[in-house]
Every structure is written in C-alpha cells, then in structure tokens.
C-alpha cells in the first residue's frame, strides 16, 4: 500500500519547515501543554554531518529526585503538626520513605532524545536516518510498547514507544520519516505495528 503523492512532505533540513502534522500518540496526552524539553546542551548529539538539532527531549535526574524529597518533606511535616514529633517514628518515617524517594529519584530515568527533520538520536548512542528506515517494529503491550527502529546502513534505534512522545513535536518529525519510510521505500513492518503506529489511517495523508 503506498501514498507518495499524499505523503507530508518532508520539511526542510535547515528550518524543520514546514512542520508535519501531528502524530497519533500511544498514551493520552495534552497537546496544547508546553512541552518540558529541557536544556538543549544535555541533549544526544548526532554525526557532525547530520542536519541540524530541530527537537530534544532532557529529563533530569535531580530533578526528578528533589521533586521527592520535596513530597516526602511535605508529608513529614504535616504528620508532625497531627501528630507531634514522635523520635522512633520520625526514624523509621525517614528510613523507608526517604529510601523511597532516594531509590526512586535515582533509577526512575527518562532518556534524553533529540531529532532533526531526518534522524533520531538517543542518549546511548542511537542514532537512525527517519527517512531510510528498513525495519519498524513495535513489540510488547499497549501500556509497555517498545519501538525499533533500523535503517539502510545498519543503523539501530531502540527505546520505549512512549519515549520520543514525551516530546510531542518530536513524536510529529519521527513519525513522518517512518510513515515515508513505510509508504515509498517498503520498509520492513508487520500489519500488527502497522495497526499500532496507525500507519495505514487515511487520515495521516494529507500533505
């Protein structure tokens, strides 16, 4: 099944315009929230010869940790005004909530992504042509899909699908690689990702 001649078009590689229309998104998520990017400088780099950085995706580790710590602080000192200051409690309080949110703070990780019109990088070392792709793949179920992605030159790329959506922008450029990738050079996919990444919706071509 192939569409080239309603394809969206691929923006330019200098300007990412025109922007691509949006891309379905596996989890519901608000569109119209400002996207949490972060800081540009800590996003993946890729080849110096690829076209310029047009979306990033950088969470933070510390962050997400003092956001915690913060939670916890705020629980203490609410069971202190209830219930007075208690020493053994306050220990074992302090022990396994604050093991908790130390624990959690640390492993919970969300990669640092980033994107120009016609690649995708990872903070691991990924890093894929969208444009070029012999093989998409989605695998696993609907609250844990992972998304692989290889293109002509052996490239690999490979995360969970909610991933590059954390950054909805960044979804919108990815998405349209692989939907040309798929629809006019016959990359390899199963009709059980095809139906995942809704690749065959008539609504995706509109260019």
């Given at each position: 099944?192939s569409?080239p001649a309603?394809?969206?078009?691929?923006p330019?590689?200098?300007?990412?315009q025109?922007?691509?229309?949006?891309?379905p998104?596996?989890?519901d998520r608000?569109?119209n929230?400002?996207?949490?990017?972060?800081?540009?400088?800590?996003a993946p780099?890729?080849?110096?010869?690829?076209s310029?950085?047009?979306?990033w995706?950088h969470?933070?580790?510390?962050?997400?940790?003092?956001a915690?710590l913060t939670?916890?602080?705020v629980?203490?000192?609410?069971g202190?005004?209830m219930?007075?200051?208690?020493?053994?409690r306050?220990?074992v309080f302090w022990?396994?909530?604050?093991s908790?949110a130390l624990i959690?703070?640390?492993?919970?990780?969300?990669?640092?992504?980033s994107a120009?019109?016609?690649?995708?990088?990872?903070e691991?070392?990924?890093f894929?042509?969208?444009y070029?792709?012999?093989?998409?793949?989605?695998?696993?179920?609907?609250?844990?899909?992972s998304?692989?992605?290889?293109?002509v030159?052996?490239?690999?790329?490979?995360?969970?699908l909610?991933?590059?959506?954390?950054n909805?922008e960044?979804?919108?450029?990815?998405?349209?690689g692989?939907?040309h990738?798929?629809?006019?050079?016959?990359?390899?996919?199963?009709?059980?990702?095809?139906?995942s990444?809704?690749?065959?919706?008539?609504l995706?071509?509109?260019g």
């Amino acid at each position: 099944m192939s569409h080239p001649a309603t394809l969206p078009p691929c923006p330019d590689p200098r300007t990412g315009q025109p922007r691509p229309p949006h891309a379905p998104l596996v989890r519901d998520r608000n569109r119209n929230a400002a996207t949490k990017r972060g800081k540009q400088h800590n996003a993946p780099r890729p080849p110096h010869e690829a076209s310029p950085m047009v979306e990033w995706f950088h969470h933070s580790r510390l962050r997400s940790l003092l956001a915690r710590l913060t939670l916890v602080s705020v629980i203490f000192v609410i069971g202190v005004f209830m219930g007075g200051v208690d020493l053994p409690r306050v220990l074992v309080f302090w022990v396994t909530l604050g093991s908790w949110a130390l624990i959690s703070g640390l492993r919970k990780h969300n990669p640092s992504l980033s994107a120009g019109v016609d690649w995708l990088a990872h903070e691991n070392g990924d890093f894929v042509l969208t444009y070029q792709l012999a093989l998409v793949e989605v695998t696993g179920t609907k609250l844990h899909q992972s998304l692989r992605l290889v293109d002509v030159h052996g490239n690999e790329f490979s995360s969970y699908l909610d991933d590059p959506q954390r950054n909805t922008e960044l979804w919108d450029l990815v998405y349209n690689g692989i939907l040309h990738s798929v629809h006019v050079n016959g990359a390899t996919i199963s009709q059980s990702t095809r139906d995942s990444l809704e690749l065959d919706d008539p609504l995706r071509f509109r260019g």
